[in-house]
């Protein structure tokens, strides 16, 4: 039997036509005007892309943010993360975006493509320092999504309630009980 667990979120890149621009604007105007305002109160950044060095600032910023929810706590989750983040550099399919700020990398979001699909794995910003990075970061994965000709990008599960503020699609998850 399957019970229902919950729900996995993703953006269908295709019903904007592979553009941010149209994806931005079926938002309402509302959400719209407070977005860019969010996204300009991000002070000045680079952008950089597959520093894997930065993995160990992703793994600080993400127990900062997160605290005891976090699952770099888990010393066997952090070591399978790791191990995935280094076979995708290796493969060459790791999507790393790292934020720089005044000279510091205040936030790293560690994502893989993979046929049609990107899939944000996980990340870690310095919001308490930097507020919206989040936010910013989520626009900069879209872009590179679109970038990387991805049909769709795959948010995951938890965490619903900003990911249905993004209009992202839902599906709901199940799992085997025996």
């Not at 992703?58 to 005891?68: A, H, P, R, S």
């Amino acid at each position: 039997p399957f019970l229902v667990d919950e729900y996995t979120y993703f953006l269908d890149l295709s019903k904007y036509d592979y553009s941010f621009d149209k994806y931005f604007a079926s938002f309402d105007k509302k959400k719209q005007k407070n977005l860019k305002r969010d996204l300009k109160s991000v002070p000045e950044y680079k952008v950089h892309y597959n520093n894997i060095q930065d993995f160990d600032r992703l793994v600080e910023l993400n127990i900062k943010q997160y605290g005891e929810y976090s699952r770099f706590n888990n010393p066997l989750i952090k070591k399978g993360i790791s191990r995935l983040v280094e076979l995708a550099h290796k493969k060459g399919i790791l999507e790393m975006i790292s934020i720089e700020i005044n000279g510091g990398i205040e936030g790293v979001d560690a994502a893989i493509t993979f046929g049609n699909w990107y899939h944000t794995l996980i990340g870690g910003v310095n919001n308490q320092r930097v507020p919206n990075l989040g936010k910013l970061m989520n626009v900069l994965d879209i872009k590179n999504a679109i970038a990387k000709k991805a049909g769709f990008v795959d948010f995951f599960a938890t965490s619903g309630y900003w990911k249905e503020l993004w209009g992202f699609e839902k599906e709901m998850l199940f799992k085997f009980m025996k």
